[in-house]
């Protein structure tokens, strides 16, 4: 399967721990996205890499979530002192990218809970 | 700021009926608008999609969009659903390609 991989698809961490997820997104694609879904709503857009430079950062972002693309390839997202509010399905996607054309190919998502 | 609005949270039909589901977005300049959609336990995945051109855009497995931008509005449409359309569905938008802004979703149910 050459689609977005995530990992783990599950995580369960106890509050104030810190936790991190991988994204490997398809291999030709530029363009890295970390969105967040919580139940009942749609995906929330997070961050976005281009290559391996951060270009965009939504408010929702605190300074406890940090995400990094080193190399341009895959990416992680790391949450620091997790607290309830932050269990959610959170979302990978890439995509190539021209100004009339593109499209995002979403990964499975990673749940986390924190208790 | 960008929004996307969805009419319906939950729509139940029968097979074989009509399908139309409700998108309104706020922006006031160009935008790009995509569906998505969400079958059970599978990724969300690009159902259609809207750059310019024909308002009427044409996507997979039946499914069209009309954008209307007088109205704000990309609505999702299908002629006959199938059981098999039972999933949910998102509304999209973006300003240039990066931020994109989803709806609430509509959870459709189809009964075989």
């Known amino acids: 399967d050459t689609g977005v991989s995530q990992d783990p698809r599950h995580k369960i961490t106890k509050r104030g721990q810190n936790v991190t997820f991988r994204c490997d997104p398809i291999?030709?694609?530029?363009?890295l996205y970390w969105y967040r879904q919580t139940l009942g709503q749609g995906p929330e857009f997070l961050t976005y890499?281009?290559?391996?430079?951060?270009?965009?950062k939504s408010r929702l972002l605190s300074d406890r979530f940090s995400a990094e693309r080193p190399k341009g390839s895959f990416s992680t997202l790391e949450i620091q002192r997790t607290e309830q509010g932050d269990s959610a399905m959170y979302l990978c996607a890439s995509s190539t990218w021209l100004a009339e054309d593109y499209e995002q190919y979403f990964g499975p998502g990673t749940r986390l809970t924190v208790t | 700021a960008q929004s996307v609005s969805q009419h319906n949270h939950h729509v139940i039909l029968s097979e074989a009926a009509s399908l139309e589901l409700g998108c309104n977005y706020s922006?006031?300049?160009?935008?790009?608008l995509f569906w998505y959609v969400q079958y059970p336990g599978q990724h969300l995945q690009l159902l259609l999609k809207?750059?310019?051109?024909?308002?009427l855009v044409k996507g997979i497995k039946g499914f069209e969009a009309e954008f209307i931008k007088s109205k704000f509005s990309f609505n999702l449409r299908k002629p006959s659903v199938q059981w098999s359309d039972t999933a949910e569905y998102f509304c999209?938008?973006?300003?240039?390609?990066?931020?994109?802004?989803f709806g609430a979703g509509t959870r459709l149910f189809v009964k075989a």
């Open positions: 291999s030709e694609h530029n363009r």
């Open positions: 922006y006031g300049g160009t935008v790009n």
């Open positions: 809207y750059f310019s051109g024909d308002p």
């Open positions: 890499f281009q290559n391996e430079a951060q270009l965009e």
């Open positions: 999209a938008s973006d300003t240039g390609g990066f931020k994109t802004i």
